[in-house]
């Protein structure tokens, strides 16, 4: 049911995912792209890895705005990779399940059972593996 504010109309739905998986990586890959191309080691480029989610890849029935988030950044991922390659940078997205962090509700670790979460050792690995890749795009 959608509550009704002190006027009787509709809250506005919490767009905060938008903003922090979206808006916040579309700046980042700006920012990105600018300081790469004015690197002091004569190298133009670099490795970038953003974190997109499972959500981005399947539905996430319940999490409509947080799943229409991570759709988006695989999106620009897959949209922006390679045009940034030609710059010399690579882009890539990882994709994990649930991760157990500070911004994850209780609510719903409680609902999740341990064994289908993501350990967050494993997406650092993954991380770090595309980091160090030195492919040069």
């Known amino acids: ?17 938008l903003d922090i998986n979206v808006k916040a990586v579309v700046g980042g890959i700006w920012l990105y792209r600018y300081l790469a191309a004015r690197r002091h080691d004569g190298y133009m480029g670099g490795n970038m890895t953003v974190m997109a989610s499972s959500a981005g890849l ?12 991570k759709h988006a950044v695989v999106g620009l991922v897959r949209s922006a990779a390679k045009g940034l390659k030609k710059e010399g940078v690579r882009l890539d997205a990882i994709c994990p399940g649930l991760v157990e ?10 609902v ?17 593996a595309l980091i160090v890749q030195d492919d040069k795009t």
Do not use: C, F, N
Not at 112 to 128: G, N, Q, Y
């Open 112 to 128: 999740w059972s341990k064994e289908h979460l993501t350990p967050i050792a494993t997406v650092i690995w993954a991380h770090d």
């Open 58 to 69: 399947y539905p996430a029935e319940g999490l409509p705005v947080y799943s229409a988030s």
């Open 101 to 110: 962090t500070a911004l994850m509700p209780r609510e719903v670790l409680e």
């Open 1 to 17: 049911m959608i509550e009704a504010d002190h006027t009787g109309l509709p809250k506005p739905p919490d767009q905060l995912p």
